[in-house]
């Protein structure tokens, strides 16, 4: 007999798992990209739980803090116009 997987929606998966401390369009460019693994039913994200487990369990780099701008790919140095 086949075990059913369990699959949350990223509100669901928001809300069962606090540590996802990431918001909905974060997770959903993850999603878009391949960072976290899932599928689309009609407009909805829909995340397997075991996927989403593997996913808290991956360490991942701190982005800038809050209110930092992001550096350029270019090191800050701009060239002259």
Known sequence: MAE???EL?????????????LQNTVLSQYLKV???????????W???VEDLK????????PG???G???KSRDGGHSSPA
């Open 4 to 6: 059913e997987r369990k």
């Open 9 to 21: 929606t990223i509100k669901e998966a928001r809300e069962a798992f606090p540590a996802l401390d």
């Open 34 to 44: 391949g960072r976290l693994k899932g599928r689309k039913i009609g407009n909805t």
């Open 46 to 48: 829909v995340i397997d």
């Open 54 to 61: 593997r996913f808290l369990a991956t360490p991942r780099k």
């Open 64 to 66: 800038p803090p809050a």
């Open 68 to 70: 930092q701008p992001k």
